[in-house]
C-alpha cells in the first residue's frame, strides 16, 4: 500500500542554518504530496503542496519538489528561525474512488537562538 | 473566519465514563475525518465521512462512534473510556480538487483517560 517516510528527529538547530528534512513515499499512482507543519498546543496547517512530478511547492521560506524519479518531497529552508520550531509532516494524498491522505510519522524541528 | 472548530479543548475522564467531542466545519467541505495523535505514533485515523450520512472506519476504530449530524457537524463519541484513549484528538475537513485532498485540522482536544 501507499506510504510515506520521513526522517526521524529531533532536528536541532541554530538560528539561520540550512534546513533539510526527507520524505519519500511510496505510490500507486500519481499522488498530490503535501507538508504540514504542527506548533506547540495546535492542530496541523498547510504548509506547501505540490501536484504533480516537478512542481515545486513554496510558502514562507520553505521550499519542496516533487520529484517523480527518486520519490522524494524534501522539505528545504535557507535560514530557519526560533519561529520555525515545530513538528512538519510529509502527506501525500490521491484519488483511488474516494481521496485518501497518508501522513508521515513527523519530524520535530528545534531551532536555537 | 472559523475552519474547523472542536470542544472541549480539555477533558478527564474517568474509566468507563462516556463522552462526545464536536466538531464542526464552516467551509462547507464534504469530508471530516476524526484522528488521534499519540507520541512516537503520528496521526491515526479513527472514522471519516466522505458526505452527509456516511461514516467509514479508519486505521483504529475500536472503543468509538461517529455522527455526522449534518454536513457541518461531526461527532466522536467514546462510550466507555479505557486508559488506553488518552490522546490528542483532531477533528478535520477537506476540499477534494484536481490538486488534490488538503486537509483543515482543528485545534485539539485533549483527553485523559483516569
Known amino acids: 500500500g501507499d506510504s510515506v517516510t520521513q526522517m526521524e528527529g529531533p532536528v536541532t538547530l541554530s538560528e539561520e542554518a540550512f534546513l533539510t528534512i526527507n520524505c519519500t513515499y511510496t505510490?500507486?499512482?500519481?499522488?498530490?504530496l503535501f507538508w504540514y507543519v504542527q506548533y506547540p498546543g495546535e492542530g496541523l496547517q498547510l504548509l506547501l503542496k505540490a501536484t504533480k512530478a516537478d512542481d515545486k511547492g513554496s510558502n514562507k521560506g520553505f521550499e519542496a519538489t516533487y520529484r517523480k524519479e527518486t520519490t522524494s518531497f524534501h522539505l528545504e529552508k535557507g535560514s530557519v528561525q526560533v519561529s520555525d520550531s515545530a513538528v512538519y509532516f510529509c502527506a501525500l494524498s490521491q484519488n483511488t474512488g474516494g481521496f485518501k491522505t497518508i501522513f508521515g510519522a513527523g519530524t520535530r524541528l528545534f531551532v536555537k537562538a | 473566519n472559523a475552519g474547523v472548530t472542536q470542544t472541549p479543548k480539555f477533558q478527564v475522564l474517568k474509566t468507563g465514563q462516556s463522552m462526545t467531542l464536536q466538531c464542526a466545519q464552516d467551509m462547507n467541505h464534504n469530508s471530516m475525518y476524526w484522528y488521534r495523535q499519540d507520541p512516537g505514533m503520528g496521526l491515526r485515523l479513527i472514522y471519516y465521512?466522505?458526505?452527509?450520512?456516511?461514516?467509514d472506519k479508519g486505521e483504529v476504530p475500536n472503543g468509538y462512534n461517529v455522527s455526522r449530524l449534518n454536513k457541518r457537524e461531526f461527532s466522536l463519541r467514546l462510550e466507555s473510556a479505557a486508559p488506553s484513549q488518552t490522546s490528542v484528538y483532531f477533528c478535520?475537513?477537506?476540499?477534494?480538487?484536481?490538486?488534490?485532498?488538503?486537509?483543515?485540522f482543528g485545534e485539539g482536544s485533549w483527553l485523559t483517560v483516569v
Open positions: 505510490a500507486t499512482g500519481y499522488p498530490s
Open positions: 465521512s466522505a458526505s452527509e450520512g456516511t461514516t
Open positions: 478535520a475537513s477537506s476540499e477534494e480538487g484536481l490538486s488534490g485532498n488538503t486537509i483543515y
